[in-house]
């Protein structure tokens, strides 16, 4: 079962796990949970943003293709057949440089070739879901039923996104803290055990891999005015305000914890946490797949 809860959320005490955990226990949902085991958990960040937030998608050496640069229809939530016709499109204009002795340069025509494919035609279609939707859900929809019912996705209007992710969190003190029941351990429950079942495991002298580039921000910024919304919007419980000796309050990151979801990487207010590739094969293995 999916969840996804949008990033650009403004209340620092909304958690997106939480908020899953909670919405199993909606009478119109929580027959279909009732009596079923829960036998994996895990964790990611999509990009959603579409064709107006694709990066540039060539550099020396290498391409970016699927998921990793955004090549995502957001308004029917499917990647794969992205990820594969991207794939092939970079694959032919690797053949096609290394035929050629280019083995160096740029892959140019990658991303020329993706403007004249049916894909870059899909996703203009779909250019402009998430940018309504972001307006509000009422808002939203009825703009987003305008788009694609009457002019079918071809309107003479492209909007674009206004505000990065870690842009929209409000201060703590606009809103009051959410009151999330406590985790029954049949039909919801804590993220600890959750991230046990994902099989990660991290090897413990490896380096970290998830750093800081001011260590004083966690507590004197995101605590004091946003009520550390690390340790709620974290799938995996990883970062975590604790006293130390003295009684103050500091951030202890539990790296072995990590599920590679990146959600700090994006949401962070301050975007203070540095996020890199951990070493070896440590992450997440989800069974069955």
């Given at each position: 079962?999916?969840?996804?809860?949008?990033?650009?959320?403004?209340?620092?005490?909304?958690?997106?796990?939480?908020?899953?955990?909670?919405?199993?226990?909606?009478?119109?949902?929580?027959?279909?949970?009732?009596?079923?085991?829960?036998?994996?958990?895990?964790?990611?960040?999509?990009?959603?943003?579409?064709?107006?937030?694709?990066?540039?998608?060539?550099?020396?050496?290498?391409?970016?293709i699927g998921c990793d640069a955004g090549f995502l229809n957001t308004s029917r939530i499917k990647g794969s057949h992205a990820a594969i016709k991207t794939g092939m499109l970079?694959?032919?204009?690797?053949?096609?440089?290394?035929?050629?002795?280019?083995?160096?340069?740029?892959?140019?025509?990658?991303?020329?070739?993706?403007?004249?494919?049916?894909?870059?035609?899909?996703?203009?279609?779909?250019?402009?879901?998430?940018?309504?939707?972001?307006?509000?859900?009422?808002?939203?929809?009825?703009?987003?039923?305008?788009?694609?019912?009457?002019?079918?996705?071809?309107?003479?209007?492209?909007?674009?996104?206004?505000?990065?992710?870690?842009?929209?969190?409000?201060?703590?003190?606009?809103?009051?803290?959410?009151?999330?029941?406590?985790?029954?351990?049949?039909?919801?429950?804590?993220?600890?055990?959750?991230?046990?079942?994902?099989?990660?495991?991290?090897?413990?002298?490896?380096?970290?891999?998830?750093?800081?580039?001011?260590?004083?921000?966690?507590?004197?910024?995101?605590?004091?005015?946003?009520?550390?919304?690390?340790?709620?919007?974290?799938?995996?419980?990883?970062?975590?305000?604790?006293?130390?000796?003295?009684?103050?309050?500091?951030?202890?990151?539990?790296?072995?914890?990590?599920?590679?979801?990146?959600?700090?990487?994006?949401?962070?207010?301050?975007?203070?946490?540095?996020?890199?590739?951990?070493?070896?094969?440590?992450?997440?293995?989800?069974?069955?797949?």
């Amino acid at each position: 079962v999916g969840f996804v809860v949008g990033l650009a959320y403004q209340n620092p005490y909304l958690s997106p796990y939480e908020e899953f955990q909670r919405y199993k226990t909606h009478p119109a949902i929580r027959h279909y949970f009732e009596g079923g085991k829960r036998i994996s958990y895990g964790a990611r960040a999509i990009t959603a943003g579409g064709l107006q937030s694709l990066p540039k998608t060539v550099f020396p050496g290498g391409a970016l293709i699927g998921c990793d640069a955004g090549f995502l229809n957001t308004s029917r939530i499917k990647g794969s057949h992205a990820a594969i016709k991207t794939g092939m499109l970079a694959a032919e204009s690797a053949f096609a440089a290394l035929g050629e002795g280019r083995q160096h340069d740029e892959l140019a025509s990658y991303p020329a070739a993706f403007e004249k494919s049916w894909l870059h035609e899909e996703l203009h279609v779909a250019r402009n879901f998430k940018p309504w939707m972001s307006k509000g859900l009422y808002i939203g929809t009825i703009m987003t039923g305008i788009d694609q019912m009457v002019f079918r996705g071809k309107a003479p209007w492209t909007l674009h996104h206004q505000h990065a992710d870690h842009e929209c969190l409000k201060p703590a003190s606009q809103f009051k803290p959410i009151a999330y029941p406590k985790p029954d351990g049949k039909l919801t429950f804590d993220r600890l055990s959750s991230v046990f079942i994902s099989n990660t495991n991290h090897a413990e002298d490896q380096p970290i891999h998830l750093t800081l580039k001011n260590a004083a921000i966690p507590v004197d910024v995101n605590l004091a005015k946003y009520a550390g919304p690390e340790q709620r919007y974290c799938p995996a419980g990883v970062y975590e305000f604790v006293k130390n000796d003295a009684g103050q309050d500091r951030l202890q990151i539990n790296a072995q914890n990590c599920v590679h979801c990146k959600t700090c990487d994006i949401k962070d207010p301050t975007q203070n946490i540095v996020w890199v590739t951990p070493e070896g094969g440590g992450g997440p293995n989800y069974p069955n797949m």
